[in-house]
C-alpha cells in the first residue's frame, strides 16, 4: 500500500492527454450551444415574421368589413 503513495508518477502525457480531451470537450459544447443558439434565432424569427403575417391578414380582413364577435372568429384563410 506504501509503493501506490511512494510511487512516481510514469510521466505528464496522461494529464497532457485529460487537458487536452477536456479542451476539446469544452470546444465541442462550445460549438453545439453556438449552433443551438443560432437555431433557437433562427426559430424566433421565423415565428416572429409569422405573427406580423397573421397580424396583417387580420388587420386586413377587420379594414375591409369582417367582424369578429366575442364567441366567434373569422376564419383567413391563408
Request: aromatic share 2%; charged share 25%; net charge negative.
Amino acid at each position: 500500500m506504501d509503493n501506490q503513495w511512494n510511487a512516481a508518477p510514469s510521466s505528464g502525457t496522461n494529464s497532457d492527454r485529460n487537458v487536452h480531451v477536456n479542451g476539446a470537450e469544452k470546444k465541442a459544447q462550445s460549438q453545439e450551444q453556438e449552433e443551438a443558439e443560432k437555431h433557437l434565432q433562427m426559430r424566433v424569427e421565423a415565428q416572429e415574421k409569422y405573427m406580423r403575417s397573421m397580424m396583417e391578414k387580420a388587420h386586413q380582413a377587420l379594414a375591409s368589413g369582417a367582424t369578429v364577435s366575442n364567441r366567434h372568429c373569422a376564419i383567413i384563410n391563408l
